[in-house]
């Protein structure tokens, strides 16, 4: 036939074709962002224990996630009813709440050459440090609820006490541990972290089946991680001045500080306010307050105010101790008392089965200055006016020790009277150290209203300011006019949350820093921020590359395709066949036969 | 992701019109092949067909799923009269070429619904195939253009049956009642989509139905087309 070429020739263009255009790489249906572990080292010479640690693999898989889905099955039914599943093995410890070991090596097997999916809650009955080697799975891709606290994530842990169900703040605590595992124990799979709602209908936090049959592939795309040090710490300092006293000094001063940096397992996603620092709000609103009282001259204080967001407070509040390192000379000489916020509203879970309401006032003793009683006495008096108990905890600095306790310790040893309000009781609650899991704030019912510690904070602060007034009945001055907005902090809050603050990763001109030296300046304070560069004797490296996306595909197996095509190949005979009529493509097929005989 | 799939969909969308033509046509190829001018009256046809749908299609305010179409009868009505174009385009081609009658309406209608399916469907399933999801999509694409090669065909015999017979009126109103039935079926099938997926019956129902109707057409084509040359060799007869 003229005016096509021969079939050989034809069906080797095809394959010279179809090869070079091999190279196509294509998206596919689903791209989703993607946090990664934190992923760090510290390299210390002295003998210290090396606190951070993390994955030390950079590499980016992508591996089928069929094993996963069958074992899906394991993680359902509670540990007491695992027994019932594999018959085979002997299994010693029937009363043991923990999955039985021999089991937990099966369950890990499962994972080999796959992606393992967790969603969140499933870690608080399976041991994830069981993956921890190279080769266990390729992977670990975590699914993170969009709200923590919801009915439905309560319903999901089956986890059984003696008591009962767990309780929420159970939930957390757990939840806190299972972090500090990951942040510990070194990984030699890399784990990533991503939000439910995008893969919302493939899995979802507690629904462990795909809801779309067939074998998943998981690809990840992100650039392989730098080492990274900590190179600055920003502050941003608020100064309220009074008039200067009749010698043309500076009159005392009062320091307010809160940090605005968080901490989580994976830094990409440090932008959570329920562990210590929801503070910037409340300091923000006592700015703003104390602005309009010093405005006018008739209400004028007798004390200059400070106020001082830093950063670096999850690296042993190095931003605290670079700020006061620089800061003015004669502004350090002339304060008299240094307010520190810790986290203002949550609840304490360290005592398990009581919530308490109350607030701690934390001050060091055993250095050079002393507090005092009445500073601290003072502050619990006001707060019961406004029905928080309020209990004072001390502790003796330990000289030798590195590792600062709470934010006033660094100023009490350079001789600064110092007190520290928080939430927490003791400096090493897990949850203090920052989670991933405080994404959102603000929605916690069981929060206590910023307004009224705000209130208490103001209150205590004017009975020192206006020093006339102390040995007057109580005047509450932050009513009506002059109280505390809960706009306002819930606003600042907001912003907070949708910045990452993971010190580290922050730049010099960080957006938040500015936006927040925006507000201060509206309420018509005088800002400065200021950058610090770091040099540590210590290194702490971190590792950039936090960030990456997931795209899930659906395959079938190369067997399917093949099969198709067998099948288009048998449609096209079967149409030939019938459009030719019987016996013509018998003819046609003898014919052939018989032509390849003559050949050869 | 596998060439496989590739090759299955490549196969049935070419290798299918070529097997059907190389069947039905026996006689020898002469210089004015009706390939060529097939292939050559589609392209404008097509070109012009969209530069007219472009000047007079309104907007659609919708944006939504591919899946969820949406019928409109302003916008279905024009398709309707722009598409009917085809009936220009066939029969030009099918006047430019020579050779024996069979030859021509069958070069012309394979090679346009060829040029067809591969303007329309290669390139996508080229590069859909080798994505790494698999999706039935294009398998029902290529089947899709298989249909549509059916429906050429029975087109072009009409327009053959048109331009050569010489009918009496009412005859010659009824096939052009029947020939505004090929322009129909298209919106008809946009329509059935949209009832359809609300029912959610997608890809390979639809592709039934197409297959059923095309095969309709077909059939009736035919029948106008036999009967055409029985009343031509009466004639000759005669």
């Known amino acids: ?600 | 992701m596998s060439f496989f799939y590739l090759f299955a969909v490549l196969a049935v969308l070419l290798v299918v019109p070529f097997i059907y033509f190389r069947i039905s046509v026996k006689g020898p190829f002469k210089k004015k092949t009706p390939i060529l001018y097939g292939v050559v009256a589609y392209l404008l046809t097509t070109l012009s067909k969209m530069i007219l749908m472009a000047t007079f299609l309104p907007d659609s305010d919708q944006e939504e799923a591919d899946f969820q179409a949406q019928f409109e009868p302003v916008s279905a009505l024009i398709t309707i009269v722009v598409s009917s174009l085809d009936i220009l385009g066939c029969f030009l081609a099918l006047r430019a070429c020579s050779g024996h009658s069979e030859i021509r309406i069958f070069g012309v209608s394979f090679a346009w619904s060829s040029a067809e399916s591969l303007l329309s469907f290669f390139l996508v399933s080229w590069i859909g195939c080798l994505k790494p999801e698999f999706n039935w999509v294009y398998m029902q694409n290529a089947l899709g253009s298989n249909i549509g090669l059916l429906r050429q065909i029975a087109f072009t015999h009409i327009i053959w049956v048109l331009w050569k017979g010489k009918f009496q009126n009412p005859d010659k109103r009824n096939i052009f009642v029947w020939l505004s039935a090929f322009f129909i079926t298209p919106e008809l099938f946009k329509l059935s989509e949209v009832l359809l997926s609300k029912f959610f019956i997608f890809g390979w129902i639809l592709l039934v139905l197409k297959f059923a109707v095309a095969y309709g057409l077909f059939n009736t084509s035919k029948k106008f087309y036999q009967s055409f040359e029985q009343l031509n060799s009466n004639k000759k007869k005669n």
């Open chain 1, 1 to 600: 036939m003229k005016y096509f070429p021969r079939r050989s020739q034809t069906i080797l263009c095809f394959f010279v074709l179809t090869f070079v255009f091999n190279s196509i790489t294509v998206k596919s249906l689903e791209t989703l962002p993607v946090f990664r572990l934190l992923h760090s080292e510290q390299v210390s010479s002295s003998t210290g224990k090396t606190f951070i640690r993390g994955t030390t693999s950079a590499s980016v898989p992508s591996s089928q996630t069929k094993a996963y889905f069958e074992c899906a099955e394991y993680l359902k039914k509670t540990p007491k009813t695992l027994t019932n599943l594999d018959q085979d093995t002997d299994i010693e410890n029937e009363t043991e709440e923990e999955i039985p070991h021999n089991e937990q090596e099966e369950f890990v097997k499962c994972f080999k050459g796959a992606v393992a999916v967790f969603p969140l809650f499933s870690l608080l009955e399976f041991d994830i440090s069981a993956l921890s080697e190279g080769g266990s799975c390729k992977g670990i891709l975590i699914v993170l609820p969009r709200d923590l606290l919801t009915t439905k994530a309560k319903e999901f842990v089956t986890f059984q006490n003696e008591e009962g169900r767990e309780s929420k703040e159970e939930i957390i605590k757990k939840l806190g541990e299972i972090e500090s595992i990951l942040v510990e124990k070194e990984f030699r799979v890399p784990i990533y972290f991503v939000h439910e709602d995008e893969v919302s209908h493939l899995f979802s936090f507690d629904n462990l089946n795909p809801n779309k049959k067939g074998s998943y592939n998981l690809k990840i795309v992100g650039k392989p991680g730098n080492k990274k040090k900590i190179k600055q710490v920003s502050s941003l300092e608020a100064w309220l001045p009074t008039d200067l006293d009749e010698e043309g000094k500076l009159k005392p001063t009062i320091v307010l500080t809160a940090n605005y940096d968080t901490f989580s397992v994976s830094p990409a996603l440090s932008s959570g306010l329920e562990s210590g620092n929801n503070a910037v709000g409340v300091l923000v609103e006592l700015s703003r307050l104390f602005t309009k009282l010093y405005n006018n001259p008739q209400t004028k204080g007798q004390y200059n105010l400070l106020f001082v967001l830093n950063g670096g407070s999850k690296q042993n509040y190095l931003g605290t101790k670079k700020w006061i390192s620089s800061v003015d000379r004669k502004v350090l000489e002339s304060v008299e008392l240094v307010l520190c916020l810790d986290s203002l509203s949550i609840y304490d879970d360290d005592l398990e089965n009581e919530l308490t309401d109350d607030l701690f006032l934390h001050y060091s003793t055993g250095g050079k200055i002393e507090i005092g009683k009445t500073v601290p006495t003072e502050f619990q008096s006001i707060s019961k006016l406004f029905g928080i108990n309020t209990q004072i905890v001390t502790k003796k600095i330990m000289k030798n020790n590195p590792l600062i306790s709470f934010e006033h310790e660094i100023f009490y040893r350079k001789k600064l009277k110092a007190i520290t309000v928080s939430n927490f009781k003791s400096y090493n609650q897990t949850i203090r150290k920052g989670s991933l899991l405080d994404l959102q704030s603000g929605s916690n019912p069981t929060a206590r209203p910023m307004k009224t510690v705000t209130t208490l904070i103001a209150e205590f602060l004017s009975k020192m300011i206006y020093k006339q007034q102390q040995q007057q009945q109580q005047i509450t001055i932050f009513e009506n006019n002059f109280e505390p907005n809960n706009l306002v902090i819930e606003s600042i809050n907001k912003m907070l949350l949708k910045y990452n603050r993971f010190s580290p990763f922050l730049e010099k001109d960080d957006q938040l820093l500015l936006n927040l030296e925006n507000t201060f300046k509206s309420f018509g304070l005088d800002t400065k921020i200021e950058s610090k560069k770091i040099s540590l004797k210590k290194e702490t490296f971190y590792y950039t590359g936090t960030q990456g996306k997931l795209t899930i595909f659906q395959v079938k197996s190369l067997l399917f395709e093949f099969f198709v095509f067998i099948m288009s190949l048998v449609y096209l005979a079967v149409l030939y066949y019938f459009l030719n009529g019987k016996e013509k493509t018998i003819q046609e097929i003898k014919q052939l036969i018989h032509n390849r005989k003559k050949n050869n």
